[in-house]
């Protein structure tokens, strides 16, 4: 499994343009799943790095966890209004495996209740979902081309430019 120091290290300017734009968006970016016909969906999300985890937790009996849970491929696309990119696009690819762990599940709900104050603590997870990566992309608006950065695990990022 990719953790995130992982990703981070083996990707760094993916990462912190995926960082940037989490932070700017209040934590928000669209989630794609696989329904159970195939066709797609696309669901906001708010993920979470944790204890050298990116986790996709969120509001139990949702769809995207029941397409999560039929199929773990996901993509993990930071929000934009900006048709332009100027403060980039950052996309994560990967799947995703249901954490059973309730201590895990116990510190998870403690920190979000010390950093946001939301009070999840002593509740039973449907699912805990940690991501496993297995590539990441950026656009990137330059004068007059895109950088667009692609990672695989194991392997440095490469930049294509776009004119």
Not at 36 to 56: K, N, Q, Y
Not at 76 to 81: D, E, F, N, S
Not at 96 to 118: C, M, N, P, S, Y
């Amino acid at each position: 499994m990719t953790t995130w120091s992982q990703f981070t290290e083996e990707a760094p300017s993916i990462s912190a343009l995926f960082l940037r734009r989490h932070q700017a968006t209040g934590n928000l970016c669209m989630l794609g799943t696989v329904r159970a016909d195939g066709s797609p969906r696309i669901s906001p999300i708010e993920p979470t790095i944790f204890e050298d985890m990116l986790v996709l937790a969120g509001m139990p009996n949702t769809r995207k966890f029941d397409d999560l849970a039929r199929d773990p491929r996901f993509c993990l696309h930071t929000a934009t209004v900006d048709t332009m990119v100027t403060d980039g696009d950052a996309k994560l690819f990967g799947t995703v495996t249901d954490e059973h762990d309730e201590a895990v599940h116990a510190r998870f709900a403690q920190k979000l209740f010390d950093d946001k104050g939301f009070d999840i603590r002593g509740m039973k997870f449907d699912h805990f979902y940690i991501a496993d990566l297995t590539g990441a992309s950026t656009v990137e608006a330059t004068e007059d081309h895109l950088d667009i950065t692609i990672w695989k695990p194991g392997h440095p990022e490469t930049v294509i430019q776009k004119t």
